[in-house]
């Protein structure tokens, strides 16, 4: 059932009183049926005819009786679908079951318990849905496509405007009451009956073409005022509710429209007829609405100006034009077109919106006309105005400016003078805020001041005259105004210089010549120059070196370096590195090797056939006459052979270099035979960790049995004995050279090699500096990392090989070590072309194709729930602590964020590291045990590396109780029992040997091992690489398993991951993956290690 109400509203008042006067006559109305579908109800019945056209008609009607209305009805009447609504027949059917419904055959069959809330809810909305299909199917099929939309702007005032509109179909239009409400309609596809010749399904496909935009601009506009709406919400709101809040909601007098949406309109209405109504207030014929074509382009605009009868002047508007504008935007509206117009009238907006009134004259007052006419230069570029002779005799002369350029000893000044005809005024001297001439173009003088303020300080002197002067010390502002300035004031007025100021732009071009040659063992340089003196050539190249624009001579003018072209001379000798005093001198002698540096950067035309020469020699030197020592040849492998002869030529020339040989390709044999060869010539210093200084000792017995070695070692007296004494060789470790190092520095030395030589990669050590003391004829490097994290470790080396061959390193850090760093890979092939030949690299993989594999496998462990929870707890408090850090608080704080990192390692390898309390698991622990014991059952010996020591004692206490015999090897291990453990384990059959990365990586022979377990990652995977190298070396006979046991999903891991990618570095120089630093960590990095993903600045 539904309410009369809603029947009475679904048709006309008239079929409504019939249609109830026929429910109640008794038998009018039989064969009833009612059938209910889904939330429908559907009643049906032959209702008797009135008008005696025929017997009876078959009526019958769907109802929605949850939301009282009608939904659809049908009659076989001659009057059904003449008008809107339901026919009396309709009305009578609906009435009669309102009144009894169980007199409808259908209606206690079909009628059901009741039903439970959820279900009901669904089943209304069932009904909604169905309810809307059937409307559809029988309204909308002839409105679709049909209906129109006919928007009117209405003008308030110049800077308000409303939107109104009035929606239409084939039978009629309507005024829509609330735009929000016929947007809001849209869309939720609701039916709305506007009257009775227009209801429709508010869907965009409703709609005829040209209107589906502007719906779908009046969408976007309320759905702006409601997202925007006041009320409390993010700051960046804030700006745009307060835009919407004053433009306003939608009522009945229309929707405001803001600046951007009046734009939009006009833009949608281009080219179509729009309906304006403009207040009285702005237009001359005000209140009445306008239909007006919209079009691009401007209006004439005339302005008539006329004297008036009581002295002053009139505005008087010759074209009927009303002005409105947005914050971009300037239009005009006229009797039949409204104009969007161009930016050159939109520069007069303000005087067309406030002053233009057609219908009202606007006065001006003798007093003004000077000012009025001051403004009126802009406004005639576009506006056309009729002026009478009093008022155009008051217009500005256009000014015109000539500038005085002058060089006097206290420095350079400028002076501005602005013509008009006949009189002249200085433009500079003008007080803030006075009152000037209005005849005077104020604007163009004030712009002129501007930019002579840009490169002259303007002062006012004690005497009150104003001068613009800068001073001639402050170079660079000087050179900035003879190259820059000149030519910006140059295009404003007309410039006088003096001949002083002109002398301030040097006209020389220098060039200069480069040449070397080789004479008596050195390379001889030459320089020469055009147009400059060579004791000037330091600074101009130093300007040219800092990227400067200008460069001055000693004479005070001054160069323009972006025009300058010196060819490769400049980076020719920068390369070179020479000083100030060695540039003027014209000529300078330097060591010959530096010759490798210039090759590639001298001409044909600069090199001596002498250069050519000794370039030519050693590229060509003949390796084979230099011959090992006839008991060592047999012993040696072919590389280890060529690794020889490059030592001896090396020698044979006068220079060092690094043997970079990977890790167990024999380096110290090769050393050795050299050492064995030469040894007549002088006596020879190794230099090397303390751990390996016996190990050498070892090797010199092994494979020159027949030198005098001595190890320099033991108390302070001692030592100073033992180098008074006469020996062959001399083996100390770093730090006792430290020590000693003036006792060393006094001692004649034929060669001093330096094993494990990134030792002193770090230039400021006292090691590194007690190593560049050393007196010696020849100078080598053995090192299997010659870079492990930076580049300023190469220069490190070579500083001590060949002092000078790399410069200082500041100038190194700024030539390579940063552009290399920034990928630049043409920096990186110099570097390599000039450290090339003194270094030699082999690979295992290359040289020893006889060596076993080595298989590396990375093993995870996963914690349990104990490990896990302690685990993320302190990673969770190290990142927030990196959060509220900048790079500034970081480095303060670097020692207790790396103490953390250092804590966050232990709880991977075994909480009990740092809780003595701990009693939950160790994953790692276990998994090592489980590798070990397949190892031991395979019948292989292990090494197990950690850097924790006392994770090594945790894994000695678990093999303790396995049963499992094991050597140790850690920093308190004396240097005679470490050889004596290593010996033994490579001989006997003890299974297990724990070493400690630091004490036992490097330097030890250990093939008896063919598993190595590394328990944890180092921050430099090189050092993990040197110490699986004590197994996987020569001598070993089996494949060699590497295990890399990490805690999953832990710094560990990402550990890894970023050695990765810090690893490319020293492959583009020396073909060795670079390692990770731990203190060069940045604040990005750390975060990456804890697992936090940082954003990439945008350039």
């Known amino acids: 059932m539904i309410s009369e109400v809603a029947l009475s509203r679904s048709c006309r008042p008239a079929v409504f009183s019939r249609g109830r006067i026929i429910a109640r006559r008794p038998g009018r109305i039989w064969r009833r049926e009612v059938r209910f579908e889904g939330a429908l109800t559907k009643v049906s019945a032959r209702v008797d005819s009135t008008s005696g056209y025929a017997d009876h008609y078959l009526a019958s009607v769907t109802l929605d009786e949850t939301a009282d209305e009608l939904v659809d009805y049908d009659c076989s009447c001659p009057s059904h679908g003449r008008h809107p609504g339901p026919c009396k027949h309709c009305v009578a059917l609906v009435l009669d079951y309102n009144r009894n419904p169980t ?25 909604t849905r169905s309810r809307r299909r059937l409307v559809a199917s029988r309204d909308q099929a002839d409105q679709d496509g049909a209906i129109g939309l006919e928007p009117m702007l209405v003008l308030t005032s110049a800077q308000r405007r409303l939107l109104r509109l009035r929606v239409s179909g084939r039978r009629g239009s309507y005024a829509i009451r609330d735009v929000a409400a016929f947007a ?14 227009l209801a429709f399904t508010h869907e965009l496909g409703a709609f005829d073409p040209s209107a589906r935009a502007l719906v779908t601009f009046l969408t976007r506009a309320v759905q702006n005022r409601q997202a925007y709406a006041p009320g409390p ?3 960046g709101e804030l700006g745009r509710r307060a835009s919407w809040g004053a433009v306003g909601p939608s009522s009945a007098r229309g929707l405001p429209l803001s600046d951007p949406e009046t734009d939009e309109l006009m833009g949608l209405m281009a080219g179509r007829r729009l309906a304006v109504e403009a207040s009285p207030a702005i237009a001359p014929v005000g209140g009445c609405a306008q239909a007006v074509e919209v079009v691009q382009g401007d209006p004439e605009a005339v302005l008539d100006v006329v004297e008036a009868g009581e002295g002053g002047f009139v505005l008087r508007p010759a074209s009927r034009l009303t002005f409105f504008a947005t914050a971009t935007r300037l239009y005009a509206l006229g009797a039949t077109k409204l104009w969007c117009c161009s930016s050159l009238l939109s520069r007069a907006s303000d005087f067309l919106t406030s002053v233009w009134r057609p219908s009202q004259d606007q006065h001006l007052s003798r007093e003004d006309a000077p000012a009025f006419a001051a403004a009126l230069p802009p406004l005639r570029e576009c506006v056309k105005i009729r002026l009478p002779d009093a008022l155009r005799a008051l217009e500005p002369c256009p000014a015109s400016f000539q500038l005085y350029l002058d060089r006097r000893r206290s420095g350079v000044t400028c002076s501005v003078v602005a013509s008009y005809g006949d009189r002249r005024f200085d433009v500079l001297d003008h ?29 006012r002197t004690l005497k009150g005259k104003v001068q613009a002067m800068l001073s001639t010390s402050s170079h660079d502002d000087v050179a900035r105004l003879v190259f820059e300035g000149v030519p910006e004031l140059a295009q404003k007025g007309e410039l006088l210089v003096t001949d002083a100021f002109s002398r301030l732009a040097s006209t020389a071009r220098p060039r200069v010549r480069v040449g070397a040659a080789v004479r008596s063992g050195l390379l001889e340089v030459t320089i020469s120059t055009d147009d400059l003196s060579l004791d000037e050539l330091p600074a101009l190249l130093a300007s040219c070196r800092q990227r400067r624009r200008y460069h001055r001579l000693r004479d005070g003018s001054f160069l323009d370096l972006s025009t300058l072209d010196l060819g490769g001379a400049g980076e020719l000798l920068d390369e070179l590195g020479l000083g100030a005093r060695e540039l003027a001198s014209g000529q300078v002698q330097i060591p010959a090797y530096k010759a490798f540096l210039l090759d590639g950067l001298l001409d044909d035309d600069q090199r001596d056939a002498s250069l050519e020469e000794y370039l030519a020699h050693v590229r060509s030197l003949d390796l084979a006459s230099f011959l090992p020592p006839a008991e060592l040849a047999p012993r040696l492998r072919g590389y280890q052979l060529e690794g020889f002869q490059w030592l001896s030529a090396l020698c044979e020339m006068g220079m060092g270099g690094i043997l970079a040989d990977e890790m167990g390709l024999g380096k110290s044999v090769q050393l050795i035979g050299l050492i064995e060869a030469r040894h007549a010539e002088g006596p020879s210093l190794v230099v090397c960790p303390a751990s390996l200084v016996y190990n050498w000792q070892a090797e010199f017995e092994k494979f020159a049995p027949g030198l005098d070695v001595v190890v320099v070692a033991g108390g302070a007296s001692q030592r100073a004995s033992l180098r008074q004494e006469s020996h062959e060789v001399y083996v100390t470790s770093y730090d006792l050279l430290r020590r000693d190092v003036k006792g060393w520095s006094q001692k004649p030395l034929w060669l001093v090699a330096l094993d494990e030589a990134q030792y002193i990669k770090n230039h400021e050590t006292l090691v590194a500096r007690a190593t560049k003391a050393l007196a010696a004829r020849h100078r080598f490097a053995l090192t299997g990392t010659p870079v492990e994290n930076r580049l300023a470790e190469l220069w490190s080396i070579f500083d001590f090989l060949m002092p000078g061959l790399l410069g200082a390193y500041e100038r190194f850090r700024d030539r390579y070590e940063q552009p290399i760093a920034d990928g630049d890979a043409d920096v990186a092939e110099r570097l390599r072309r000039a450290v090339g030949p003194f270094i030699l690299r082999r690979r295992k993989a290359d040289v020893l194709k006889d060596l076993p594999d080595k298989l590396e496998q990375v093993v995870h462990a996963h914690m349990d729930r104990a490990q896990s929870r302690l685990y993320h707890a302190h990673e969770q408090a190290l990142r927030l602590s990196l959060a509220n850090r900048d790079e500034g608080g970081l480095a303060a704080d670097k020692i207790q964020v790396l103490a953390e990192l250092t804590r966050l390692r232990q709880i991977c390898c075994d909480p009990r590291l740092l809780l003595d309390d701990y009693r939950g698991g160790s994953c790692k622990l276990d998994t090592i045990m489980e590798l070990v014991t397949a190892a031991i059952d395979a019948q292989q010996k292990v090494l197990v590396f950690s850097q924790f020591t006392s994770y090594l004692t945790l894994l000695e206490g678990r093999l303790v109780e396995q049963g499992v015999a094991f050597f140790r090897i850690d920093g308190s ?7 004596e453990l290593v010996d033994a384990f490579n001989a006997d059959e003890t299974p297990v040997f724990l070493v400690s990365l630091k004490a036992g990586g490097t330097g030890l022979n250990l093939v008896g091992a063919s598993v190595v377990i590394h328990a944890d990652p180092w921050w430099n995977a090189a050092a993990q690489n040197q110490a699986t190298d004590r197994a996987h070396r020569i001598g070993q006979t089996r494949a060699v398993s590497v295990y890399k046991v990490i805690a999953a999903d832990t710094i560990e891991e990402r550990i890894m991951a970023l050695q990765e990618s810090k690893s490319k570095l020293a492959d583009q120089v020396v073909g060795e993956g670079a390692g990770l630093s731990l203190a060069g960590l940045r604040r990005e990095d750390l975060l990456e290690l804890l697992g936090e993903q940082t954003a990439a600045p945008c350039g």
């Open 973 to 979: 291990t004396p240097k005679r029992r470490r050889v």
């Open 233 to 235: 919400g993010a700051p």
């Open 103 to 127: 007199s409808f055959e259908g209606f206690e069959d079909h009628r059901h318990a009741g039903t439970s809330q959820a279900l009901g809810a669904y089943l209304e909305r069932v009904r």
């Open 431 to 459: 007080a803030v805020g006075e009152r000037m001439d209005v005849t005077r173009d104020a604007l163009a003088e004030a712009a002129m001041r501007q930019l002579v303020g840009r490169y002259f300080p303007v002062t």
């Open 184 to 197: 809001q309609s849209v869309q939720a596809g609701a039916w709305v009956e506007y009257g009775k010749k």
